[in-house]
């Protein structure tokens, strides 16, 4: 699991006008994911910051791109709908730190000499919904296709789940906070979450 986070969007009267909003949306989504690229790659690679540091800008500007409380409702599933306003914050919270302390050193590692193309393919899923697409090529020169599932909202795509050679990130999660919920409550999930990271928990057998 730890390799794919490592590697882990008015109506119009014409049709010629539906396809010409949608040509630019799919444009101007791969336009923002080479900037998030370009961006995360000049921090990952900056010798004059050490670790925490390059941690902290990737966490701060990621901030602006993905959607933790709709990552979190997608990897919980259906329990989603039994939490509170303020358990959904909390879960969310304790989820984006927990994927940030287990899996950045790594990630970090493993982007300083990788190689990352954004392909020229763009899957419309309607709604304001695309899935953009990047290639990962690690030092060891394994090969990974990264799709980054997006809504466009207030001028910004955000995106709200990662595919690594066609695995899903919420996917990977959801069996294991459906089993921590149904045996330990979501208060208690939460508390584990935030206290020890999904890997460390124990479920009762």
């Known amino acids: 699991m ?9 109506a119009w009267m ?8 949608a040509a630019t949306q799919e444009q101007l989504a791969q336009q923002q994911l ?39 409702a997608l990897a919980v599933g259906l329990p989603w709908r039994q939490f509170t ?10 989820f984006k730190n927990m994927i940030v302390r287990i899996y950045a050193h790594s990630a970090l590692m493993g982007a300083s000499n990788a190689t990352v193309k954004v392909l020229p393919k763009v899957v419309n899923q309607g709604n304001n919904k695309l899935e953009t697409f990047t290639e ?8 990974y296709t990264v799709g980054y599932q997006m809504y466009y909202s207030d001028g910004v795509f955000k995106i709200y789940n990662f595919r ?3 695995t899903s990130l919420i996917t990977v999660y959801r069996s294991q906070f459906d089993q ?5 409550g979501i208060d208690a999930t939460i ?8 890997g460390k928990i124990q479920t009762k057998k």
Request: charged residues 25%; aromatic residues 10%.
């Open 14 to 21: 014409l049709l010629f006008s539906v396809y010409t909003f």
């Open 164 to 166: 690594v050679n066609g």
């Open 191 to 198: 508390a584990q979450l935030r206290d020890r990271g999904l």
């Open 2 to 10: 730890q390799k794919y986070v490592r590697v882990y969007m008015t």
């Open 180 to 184: 921590l919920i149904q045996q330990q």
């Open 85 to 94: 306003a303020q358990q959904r914050r909390d879960f969310s919270a304790a």
């Open 34 to 72: 080479q900037q998030n690229v370009d961006a995360v790659l000049s921090v990952v690679r900056d010798k004059s910051l050490n670790e925490q540091q390059r941690i902290s800008q990737i966490e701060r500007y990621a901030d602006q791109y993905l959607d933790y409380e709709r990552i979190s």
């Open 136 to 143: 990962v090529v690690s030092g060891s020169n394994k090969h």
